[in-house]
């Protein structure tokens, strides 16, 4: 009877348990666990994105703080913004609004 012996086959640093259970664990941790490379590359990601957003929306409130400022404390900054925001005027003013194509997209938009 002829006996066909695999470990011969197998090369010896497979054959070492200890390699062998090192390398399941590893590649159990970078693919099949909950916290995979590949869910850890979104989630950076997405962490990165999240970042950007914060620092814009820190420099947006700081303008907007400083803005209200200027309305708070100046009466021509004031009326100003009521102009150009709220098209208001004076009684014996007339008012012409100079409508851009951009605006006309915005307007068409909100109507639609």
Known sequence: MIRF?????????????????????IIWLLF???????????????????????EYYIKKIADDKRKLHELKTDNQNLEKFAREQYRMKRPDE???????TQEDRKIKRKNN
């Open 32 to 54: 099949l666990d909950s916290n995979n490379i590949i869910s850890r590359y979104k989630e950076l990601k997405n962490l990165n994105r999240l970042r950007s957003e914060h």
């Open 94 to 100: 007339d008012l012409y609004i100079i409508v851009t």
């Open 5 to 25: 012996n695999f470990s011969n086959k197998i090369s010896p640093v497979l054959r070492n348990k200890y390699l062998l259970t090192i390398i399941i664990f």
